[in-house]
Protein backbone atom coordinates (compact mmCIF):
# COMPACT_ATOMS: atom_id res chain seq x y z
CA UNK A 1 0.00 0.00 0.00
CA UNK A 2 1.63 3.50 -1.01
CA UNK A 3 1.01 6.26 1.35
CA UNK A 4 2.16 9.77 0.76
CA UNK A 5 1.94 12.25 3.25
CA UNK A 6 2.40 16.29 2.74
CA UNK A 7 4.84 18.12 5.01
CA UNK A 8 5.15 21.99 5.15
CA UNK A 9 4.24 25.21 6.75
CA UNK A 10 0.82 26.16 7.26
CA UNK A 11 0.72 29.84 6.98
CA UNK A 12 3.07 31.70 3.75
CA UNK A 13 3.34 35.80 3.71
CA UNK A 14 2.51 36.73 0.22
CA UNK A 15 5.16 37.44 -1.91
CA UNK A 16 6.50 34.71 -0.31
CA UNK A 17 7.98 31.00 -1.71
CA UNK A 18 5.51 28.26 -0.85
CA UNK A 19 7.07 24.92 -0.48
CA UNK A 20 5.76 21.50 0.39
CA UNK A 21 7.47 18.10 0.51
CA UNK A 22 5.24 14.80 -0.36
CA UNK A 23 6.71 11.90 1.92
CA UNK A 24 6.16 8.69 0.23
CA UNK A 25 6.13 5.25 1.59
CA UNK A 26 5.33 1.36 0.35
CA UNK A 27 6.65 2.26 -3.16
CA UNK A 28 9.56 4.23 -5.33
CA UNK A 29 9.20 7.19 -6.47
CA UNK A 30 11.76 6.16 -9.47
CA UNK A 31 9.17 2.80 -10.58
CA UNK A 32 8.77 3.08 -14.08
CA UNK A 33 5.28 4.19 -15.24
CA UNK A 34 3.82 6.29 -12.58
CA UNK A 35 3.80 10.27 -12.78
CA UNK A 36 4.11 12.03 -8.73
CA UNK A 37 1.78 14.69 -8.94
CA UNK A 38 0.71 18.48 -6.92
CA UNK A 39 -2.76 19.05 -6.93
CA UNK A 40 -4.91 21.95 -4.54
CA UNK A 41 -8.44 22.86 -4.23
CA UNK A 42 -8.95 27.05 -2.90
CA UNK A 43 -11.79 26.91 -0.36
CA UNK A 44 -15.29 26.75 -2.86
CA UNK A 45 -13.30 25.76 -5.86
CA UNK A 46 -12.49 22.25 -7.84
CA UNK A 47 -9.38 20.72 -7.85
CA UNK A 48 -6.60 22.06 -9.51
CA UNK A 49 -4.27 20.20 -10.94
CA UNK A 50 -0.80 21.84 -11.01
CA UNK A 51 2.10 19.86 -12.10
CA UNK A 52 4.31 16.35 -11.83
CA UNK A 53 7.43 14.45 -11.86
CA UNK A 54 7.65 11.39 -13.86
CA UNK A 55 9.85 8.47 -12.21
CA UNK A 56 12.59 9.26 -14.39
CA UNK A 57 12.81 13.00 -13.48
CA UNK A 58 10.79 14.93 -15.90
CA UNK A 59 8.38 18.22 -14.75
CA UNK A 60 5.12 18.83 -16.42
CA UNK A 61 3.50 22.15 -15.27
CA UNK A 62 0.11 23.85 -15.10
CA UNK A 63 0.36 26.44 -17.76
CA UNK A 64 -1.23 29.23 -15.64
CA UNK A 65 1.57 28.31 -12.87
CA UNK A 66 4.75 27.68 -14.93
CA UNK A 67 6.31 30.65 -14.13
CA UNK A 68 6.09 30.38 -10.75
CA UNK A 69 6.12 26.50 -9.92
CA UNK A 70 9.43 24.36 -9.41
CA UNK A 71 8.99 20.43 -8.83
CA UNK A 72 11.95 18.68 -7.53
CA UNK A 73 12.70 14.81 -5.75
CA UNK A 74 15.07 13.71 -3.68
CA UNK A 75 15.14 9.85 -4.23
CA UNK A 76 17.54 8.82 -1.47
CA UNK A 77 14.42 9.97 0.89
CA UNK A 78 11.83 8.80 -1.47
CA UNK A 79 9.96 12.01 -1.26
CA UNK A 80 9.39 15.05 -4.11
CA UNK A 81 9.02 19.04 -3.25
CA UNK A 82 6.95 21.76 -4.83
CA UNK A 83 7.78 25.20 -4.55
CA UNK A 84 5.29 28.00 -5.66
CA UNK A 85 6.98 32.05 -5.61
CA UNK A 86 5.81 35.04 -5.19
CA UNK A 87 2.53 33.46 -3.62
CA UNK A 88 -1.00 35.67 -3.41
CA UNK A 89 -4.10 35.05 -0.92
CA UNK A 90 -5.02 33.46 -4.09
CA UNK A 91 -2.92 30.87 -3.58
CA UNK A 92 -4.84 30.11 -0.52
CA UNK A 93 -6.07 26.09 -0.58
CA UNK A 94 -5.74 22.41 0.26
CA UNK A 95 -2.26 20.74 -1.13
CA UNK A 96 -2.54 17.22 -2.02
CA UNK A 97 0.30 14.80 -3.65
CA UNK A 98 -0.90 12.24 -5.12
CA UNK A 99 0.49 9.41 -7.57
CA UNK A 100 -0.68 8.74 -11.14
CA UNK A 101 -0.92 6.44 -13.19
CA UNK A 102 -0.08 6.28 -17.48
CA UNK A 103 -0.04 10.34 -17.86
CA UNK A 104 0.87 13.12 -15.70
CA UNK A 105 -1.96 14.59 -15.00
CA UNK A 106 -5.29 13.75 -12.95
CA UNK A 107 -7.54 13.51 -16.22
CA UNK A 108 -7.88 9.66 -14.98
CA UNK A 109 -7.62 10.50 -11.74
CA UNK A 110 -5.52 9.00 -9.14
CA UNK A 111 -4.31 5.83 -7.65
CA UNK A 112 -3.47 7.14 -4.30
CA UNK A 113 -3.56 10.58 -2.89
CA UNK A 114 -2.32 12.10 0.49
CA UNK A 115 -4.74 13.76 3.19
CA UNK A 116 -3.91 16.70 2.01
CA UNK A 117 -2.37 19.96 4.19
CA UNK A 118 -3.94 23.57 4.12
CA UNK A 119 -1.66 26.62 3.08
CA UNK A 120 -2.55 29.88 3.76
CA UNK A 121 -1.68 32.68 2.13
CA UNK A 122 -1.70 35.70 4.39
CA UNK A 123 0.45 38.69 5.89
Known amino acids: QVQLQESGPGLVKPSQTLSLTCIVSGGSITTNTYYWTWIRQPPGKDLEWMGA???????YYSTSLRSRISISRDTSKNQFTLRLSSVTPEDTAVYYC???????????????RGKGTLVTVSS
Open 98 to 112: ARVSGSPTITNGVDY
Open 53 to 59: ISSLGFT
